[in-house]
């Protein structure tokens, strides 16, 4: 009899054994193709400048510190409806068209203005917001109600952008280019320069924290507004075709215009 229980002792262990051996295998089968598709999601790499508040700036998030903004979210947006992962790249903002030219990264989302000298170097999507220009002041600074009234006075402006060509094609006003335009506003708000020239939404979200500057619009400043879009490198037909495919779905659903309502900003026709 010992050996019959010995016996059913032992089978019993192998059941359990092969059991165990069969789960693992299922386990390892299905680790497996969490891995490849994991591998098979292509990543898209994003350049932006993170100094664009509210486009795209630096945040503390559950203790770390996380890009985020309306760029974004809307760049994770359409990547998330293209099944892409996406990974951010932060950079001066002069650094984000040469990078997307020269193919270091897929595309630019950064508050980039449509320019026919930016077109010639690479491929944008449709507009997905519009811009118009601002100039920030000190409160207590002298009222300025036309252009002619910042001549032989310092404006700083941020390398490469549409900012920096219009105030540029002002004569008699000495500009001061910075990298960043963060550094602008300290400088301006610790009175080293007398006016910062940046787009309407972006002067709005630095009024908020710099509670001793104001937004003053000038007779002469050109405050058209502008296209913002998407760059990519020139060749790259599918991925602009299907970026704009995601803008039009997100337009027409509604969900552009609630993530420009989030971040206070205008909401713009479909």
Not at 51 to 78: A, M, R, S, W
Request: net charge negative; with cysteine.
């Amino acid at each position: 009899m010992k050996w019959k229980k010995g016996f059913f002792i032992l089978f019993i262990l192998m059941f359990m054994l092969i059991a165990l051996m069969g789960c693992q295998s299922q386990s390892s089968v299905q680790e497996k193709e969490e891995q490849k598709s994991e591998t098979n999601t292509k990543t898209i790499t994003v350049a932006t400048s993170a100094d664009f508040p509210p486009f795209e700036y630096h945040e503390v998030i559950e203790g770390k510190d996380t890009i985020t903004g309306f760029d974004i979210e809307l760049i994770q947006e359409i990547g998330k409806k293209l099944g892409m992962k996406i990974k951010i790249e932060d950079m001066s903002f002069d650094g984000v068209i040469p990078a997307v030219e020269s193919g270091k990264v897929d595309l630019g989302i950064s508050g980039i203005s449509y320019k026919e000298e930016r077109a010639k170097k690479v491929d944008f999507s449709d507009p997905y917001y519009y811009s118009a220009q601002t100039i920030l002041v000190k409160k207590d600074a002298k009222e300025i109600k036309t252009m002619n009234e910042l001549k032989g006075k310092v404006v700083g402006s941020q390398l490469a952008t549409t900012s920096d060509d219009i105030i540029s094609s002002f004569d008699g006003i000495q500009i001061k280019k910075y990298k960043k335009v963060n550094d602008a506003i300290l400088d301006l708000n610790n009175d080293r320069i007398d006016a910062v020239i940046v787009e309407d939404a972006i002067a709005s979200e630095f009024i908020k924290d710099y509670k001793e500057l104001k937004i003053v619009i000038p007779d002469g400043l050109n405050t058209e507004k502008v296209p913002m879009v998407i760059a990519f490198p020139k060749g790259e037909e599918k991925l602009v075709h299907d970026v704009n495919e995601v803008l039009q779905m997100l337009k027409d659903s509604g969900k552009l215009n609630q993530l420009i309502e989030k971040y206070g900003l205008v909401s713009i026709e479909k």
